[in-house]
């Protein structure tokens, strides 16, 4: 609850205390869970913390010795992302008036995290029950008849809702780090601006191993749960082979919430930066983070629940989607190449022999337990020195060295892991076509996060050339910078093609053939490329949290007014964070790219062993299919409309809202009058939640109700399939579409903001020249394509997949 004293702008005397600002509320927010755990005695939770490691022993015992693996290595990973967390909290937070800017910062974080999941979380119970209804009345698959009816409600249920509070917990432990560090970086900005750096790479490393870690963990879990309730492999029972398709509902809760949680963070934060950008910037000149501007509180506080919060939830979402629908294609593809045989035995695991599909299904979960390790050695690679002042060395220069030894270390324990477990007696040397798959995703990812630099970081052409194009007005950079983010869509579609043709045809060759004699690894050697594209994806995460935490240093920085020595660092790293979350981005929309067409494979697989017939192509001659690929490229644009349009009505609020206490506090730009805050932030926070409900229930309820009309129009004109055939179309189109408008626009708005950024370091006029309010327009209209829309789509073409996975037997 907001203080009334804030509500109504009674704040004090501004010129008795020039440097004190507002909570948000009256005390701090503590989740429910961590509350109780407080209150527990320190012993009962040493004796169930021992218990559930118990737990998971017995339940990794009883399934694999490589859940066993996966298990120590992600708790390995939580005790080193404990350490993170201690050093970066050991650091000072500075002086007061830091301290008070970060208090209002955190607690309107907390709050609006706090309201925007409760939202959340109801919805996600609704669509619960509605799952369960379908799934009791639903056709069942022959994989499902050993479960029944009931059981299999039930298990879809559970995992959708595990994965719905595994993704919340991602995006709040995303949020948790950034409003606790971003403080400290910026304290330690007046002293050495690379101990600011090394800093907020560890504080953005803990996030980013947390939230990989869970995706794993979570996974693992509910596979060594479900193999050991249901007998997996006993006589009767389900096969191994088939155990993955009842994780799916895990995914689609991940999806779920990452989706409401991007949108919803993703106005909010927008909509408070353009309103706070336009009024304060263009119209009163003053500098961005200025502790005059009323909507400066709301633009921070979006920061955090936007960028880290929401990213969390994203990449969360995005490792779980990848991991599920490769363990999905390992199982099929093993299940078609007759890989039968016991479960791994512990010399067998020493060995690395694998004589049954075990390896070719948890393979991913190996990868992504390699991935915690190398990227922990690259996060620690970061170092601080002793020395005081302005980098000696670009900040990019010292990440990308970081992402370096990360990507070597990729290479050499991919090719370990392949040998491990994809090494076959039926086919000696596919281990190596599989390898040569993973280093196709590692180049991939390399290229994403190369191409994307150079198409948003200043020091290169095409940013400089967009900052140009400011020096002649307004239209002539928005005109720029539509043709630059038009532009960036070539080279990563071409990347994009290169790698899935590569990796199935290296999949394809690998050796491993049906019964008849067919090659059977062409899509898991996709698969394959896919894990290798997001064997790092905990380091560059850590780079994505880095920019929202640097971005808030400097504000913090500016609106505790410290020296200009200080803001220049914090300007340095923020411009660098720019580009780390715009080749995150990239890197997002490739590894979504990939997933979805995993994703996709994995759908008309489900389709083909509910209808008992081969399915395996869409026919986009026939007019029904044709129609639903327009469906899905119309749902694209329609989403992005709606996600923009949303940001531009709350941005009209906050603009109206910034204007009138310009007006009616003539004192505020004296620093007579303190601006209310407070307001800005209640306008934000409740049209954001508001506005997210509508292009969220387009993405959910669109591809169902086109699968139930087009499966009743199939009944009655004889064509049992159209139904499955016009949704896959569907989700077809919308992929293809979405990766393209996607990359427009995370590039574009990341490539505008970037160019406001180099402007602001003095080139063609500098601060306050016509070509800055220029560039500040572009970057304004560049705000909802990067942070709202953009990454939006990212989750979108994954959830599609999703729910087109859970909901397959409804469309037959």
């Given at each position: 609850?907001?203080?009334?004293?804030?509500?109504?702008?009674i704040?004090?005397?501004?010129?008795?205390?020039?440097?004190?600002?507002?909570?948000?509320?009256?005390?701090?927010?503590?989740?429910?869970?961590?509350?109780?755990?407080?209150?527990?005695?320190?012993?009962?939770?040493?004796?169930?913390?021992?218990?559930?490691?118990?737990?998971?022993?017995?339940?990794?015992?009883?399934?694999?010795?490589?859940?066993?693996?996966?298990?120590?290595?992600?708790?390995?990973?939580?005790?080193?992302?404990?350490?993170?967390?201690?050093?970066?909290?050991?650091?000072?937070?500075?002086?007061?008036?830091?301290?008070?800017?970060?208090?209002?910062?955190r607690?309107?974080?907390?709050?609006?995290?706090?309201?925007?999941?409760?939202?959340?979380?109801?919805?996600?119970?609704?669509?619960?029950?509605?799952?369960?209804?379908?799934?009791?009345?639903?056709?069942?698959?022959?994989?499902?008849?050993?479960?029944?009816?009931?059981?299999?409600?039930?298990?879809?249920?559970?995992?959708?809702?595990?994965?719905?509070?595994c993704?919340?917990?991602?995006?709040?432990?995303?949020?948790?780090?950034?409003?606790?560090?971003?403080?400290?970086?910026?304290?330690?900005?007046?002293?050495?601006?690379?101990?600011?750096?090394?800093?907020?790479?560890?504080?953005?490393?803990?996030?980013?191993?947390?939230?990989?870690?869970?995706?794993?963990?979570?996974?693992?879990?509910?596979?060594?749960?479900?193999?050991?309730?249901?007998?997996?492999?006993?006589?009767?029972?389900?096969k191994?082979?088939?155990l993955?398709?009842v994780?799916?509902?895990?995914?689609?809760?991940?999806?779920?919430?990452?989706?409401?949680?991007?949108?919803?963070?993703?106005?909010?934060?927008?909509?408070?930066?353009?309103?706070?950008?336009?009024?304060?910037k263009?119209?009163?000149?003053?500098?961005e983070?200025?502790?005059?501007?009323?909507?400066?509180?709301?633009?921070?506080?979006?920061?955090n629940?936007?960028?880290?919060?929401?990213?969390?939830?994203?990449?969360?979402?995005?490792?779980?989607?990848?991991?599920?629908?490769?363990?999905?294609?390992?199982?099929?593809?093993?299940?078609?190449?007759?890989?039968?045989?016991?479960d791994?035995?512990?010399?067998?695991?020493?060995?690395?022999?694998?004589?049954?599909?075990?390896?070719?299904?948890?393979?991913p979960?190996?990868?992504?337990?390699?991935?915690?390790?190398?990227?922990?050695?690259?996060?620690?690679?970061?170092?601080?020195?002793?020395?005081?002042?302005?980098?000696?060395?670009?900040?990019?220069?010292?990440?990308?060295?970081?992402?370096?030894?990360?990507?070597?270390?990729?290479?050499?324990?991919?090719?370990?892991?392949?040998?491990?477990?994809?090494?076959?007696?039926?086919?000696?040397?596919?281990w190596?076509?599989?390898?040569?798959?993973?280093?196709?995703?590692?180049m991939?990812?390399?290229?994403?996060?190369?191409?994307?630099?150079?198409?948003?970081?200043?020091?290169?052409?095409?940013?400089?050339?967009?900052?140009?194009?400011?020096?002649?007005?307004?239209?002539?950079?928005?005109?720029?910078?539509i043709?630059?983010?038009?532009?960036?869509?070539?080279?990563?579609?071409?990347?994009?093609?290169?790698?899935?043709?590569?990796?199935?045809?290296?999949?394809?060759?690998?050796?491993?053939?049906?019964?008849?004699?067919?090659?059977?690894?062409?899509?898991?050697?996709?698969?394959?490329?896919?894990?290798?594209?997001?064997?790092?994806?905990?380091?560059v995460?850590?780079?994505?949290?880095?920019?929202?935490?640097?971005d808030?240093?400097?504000?913090?920085?500016?609106?505790s007014?410290?020296?200009?020595?200080?803001?220049?660092?914090?300007?340095?790293?923020?411009?660098?964070?720019?580009?780390?979350?715009?080749?995150?981005?990239?890197?997002?929309?490739?590894?979504?790219?990939?997933?979805?067409?995993?994703?996709?494979?994995?759908?008309?697989?489900?389709?083909?062993?509910?209808?008992?017939?081969?399915?395996?192509?869409?026919?986009?001659?026939?007019?029904?299919?044709?129609?639903?690929?327009?469906?899905?490229?119309?749902?694209?644009?329609?989403?992005?409309?709606?996600?923009?349009?949303?940001?531009?009505?709350?941005?009209?609020?906050?603009?109206?809202?910034?204007?009138?206490?310009?007006?009616?506090?003539?004192?505020?730009?004296?620093?007579?009058?303190?601006?209310?805050?407070?307001?800005?932030?209640?306008?934000?926070?409740?049209?954001?939640?508001?506005?997210?409900?509508?292009p969220?229930?387009?993405?959910?309820?669109?591809?169902?109700?086109?699968?139930?009309?087009?499966?009743?129009?199939g009944?009655?004109?004889?064509?049992?399939?159209?139904?499955?055939?016009?949704?896959?179309s569907?989700?077809?189109?919308?992929?293809v579409?979405?990766?393209?408008?996607?990359?427009?626009?995370?590039?574009?708005?990341?490539?505008?903001?970037?160019?406001?950024?180099?402007?602001?370091?003095?080139?063609?006029?500098?601060?306050?020249?016509?070509?800055?309010?220029?560039?500040?327009?572009?970057?304004?209209?560049?705000?909802?394509?990067?942070?709202?829309?953009?990454?939006?789509?990212?989750?979108?073409?994954?959830?599609?997949?999703?729910?087109?996975?859970?909901?397959?037997?409804?469309?037959?």
């Amino acid at each position: 609850m907001m203080d009334a004293d804030l509500e109504d702008g009674i704040l004090g005397t501004y010129q008795d205390r020039p440097r004190t600002f507002p909570v948000m509320r009256s005390k701090s927010y503590t989740p429910l869970v961590l509350r109780i755990l407080m209150r527990i005695n320190v012993r009962v939770l040493l004796v169930l913390l021992f218990l559930a490691l118990g737990g998971l022993v017995y339940i990794g015992a009883r399934t694999s010795p490589i859940i066993l693996f996966v298990f120590s290595v992600c708790i390995i990973s939580f005790l080193f992302a404990i350490y993170l967390t201690k050093w970066v909290l050991a650091k000072d937070e500075g002086p007061p008036e830091m301290v008070q800017i970060s208090e209002a910062i955190r607690d309107g974080a907390e709050g609006f995290f706090r309201t925007q999941y409760g939202t959340i979380s109801k919805m996600a119970f609704v669509l619960a029950l509605v799952i369960f209804v379908i799934y009791l009345f639903r056709t069942m698959s022959p994989h499902q008849e050993s479960l029944g009816r009931t059981a299999s409600a039930y298990i879809t249920v559970a995992s959708f809702l595990l994965g719905a509070l595994c993704s919340g917990m991602a995006g709040y432990v995303g949020m948790w780090v950034s409003v606790r560090a971003n403080v400290r970086v910026s304290s330690a900005a007046r002293r050495s601006a690379r101990e600011a750096l090394q800093i907020a790479v560890r504080a953005g490393g803990f996030s980013a191993i947390i939230v990989v870690g869970m995706a794993v963990l979570g996974v693992a879990i509910l596979y060594a749960t479900f193999y050991v309730i249901l007998g997996v492999d006993t006589p009767g029972s389900m096969k191994v082979t088939d155990l993955p398709l009842v994780l799916v509902g895990y995914g689609f809760g991940a999806s779920f919430v990452a989706l409401f949680a991007q949108l919803g963070g993703g106005i909010y934060t927008k909509a408070a930066d353009v309103g706070a950008d336009l009024v304060g910037k263009v119209e009163q000149g003053i500098p961005e983070d200025d502790p005059r501007n009323p909507a400066v509180i709301a633009d921070l506080v979006g920061d955090n629940v936007g960028d880290c919060a929401a990213r969390g939830a994203d990449l969360f979402e995005s490792i779980a989607a990848e991991i599920i629908s490769a363990m999905i294609l390992g199982g099929t593809m093993a299940k078609r190449c007759k890989i039968e045989g016991k479960d791994f035995t512990y010399a067998q695991l020493l060995f690395m022999l694998n004589v049954d599909p075990t390896g070719f299904i948890l393979f991913p979960l190996v990868i992504h337990s390699f991935d915690l390790v190398i990227s922990s050695i690259g996060i620690l690679s970061i170092r601080g020195t002793r020395g005081a002042g302005t980098l000696i060395e670009d900040p990019m220069a010292i990440l990308q060295r970081g992402y370096s030894i990360t990507i070597v270390l990729a290479v050499i324990t991919f090719g370990a892991s392949t040998r491990w477990m994809l090494y076959t007696e039926q086919a000696p040397t596919a281990w190596l076509n599989f390898a040569l798959c993973g280093l196709v995703g590692i180049m991939t990812a390399y290229a994403f996060v190369y191409i994307t630099k150079y198409y948003t970081d200043y020091k290169h052409e095409p940013v400089r050339t967009l900052a140009l194009a400011s020096s002649t007005g307004h239209g002539t950079n928005i005109i720029a910078g539509i043709s630059l983010g038009l532009e960036s869509t070539a080279l990563p579609v071409l990347v994009i093609s290169v790698a899935i043709v590569s990796a199935f045809w290296l999949g394809h060759t690998s050796g491993l053939v049906d019964e008849t004699g067919v090659p059977t690894g062409g899509l898991f050697g996709t698969a394959v490329a896919t894990m290798g594209m997001l064997s790092t994806a905990a380091y560059v995460l850590t780079m994505d949290m880095f920019g929202p935490i640097a971005d808030n240093a400097g504000g913090i920085v500016e609106m505790s007014q410290q020296p200009e020595s200080v803001r220049e660092i914090t300007d340095l790293l923020d411009a660098v964070g720019n580009t780390t979350k715009a080749t995150t981005k990239g890197f997002a929309i490739g590894s979504a790219a990939l997933a979805a067409f995993l994703l996709f494979s994995a759908y008309m697989d489900e389709v083909a062993s509910f209808a008992n017939t081969p399915f395996n192509q869409v026919d986009i001659a026939i007019p029904e299919v044709f129609v639903g690929g327009l469906l899905g490229s119309m749902l694209i644009f329609l989403f992005s409309a709606w996600a923009c349009s949303a940001v531009g009505r709350t941005a009209q609020e906050v603009v109206n809202e910034v204007r009138r206490q310009f007006i009616e506090r003539p004192g505020i730009m004296e620093y007579k009058e303190k601006p209310d805050y407070g307001r800005c932030v209640a306008i934000v926070a409740s049209a954001s939640l508001r506005e997210m409900i509508k292009p969220g229930a387009l993405a959910i309820i669109s591809p169902i109700a086109v699968g139930f009309m087009f499966r009743w129009l199939g009944h009655f004109t004889g064509h049992p399939l159209l139904g499955a055939k016009v949704v896959a179309s569907m989700l077809m189109f919308a992929t293809v579409t979405g990766i393209l408008m996607a990359l427009f626009l995370n590039t574009a708005g990341g490539a505008w903001d970037n160019a406001k950024k180099y402007i602001e370091t003095g080139a063609l006029g500098g601060k306050g020249s016509d070509c800055h309010k220029a560039a500040i327009t572009g970057d304004t209209v560049g705000d909802p394509f990067k942070d709202t829309a953009g990454p939006s789509i990212h989750v979108l073409i994954k959830m599609l997949a999703t729910i087109t996975l859970v909901m397959a037997p409804v469309f037959l």
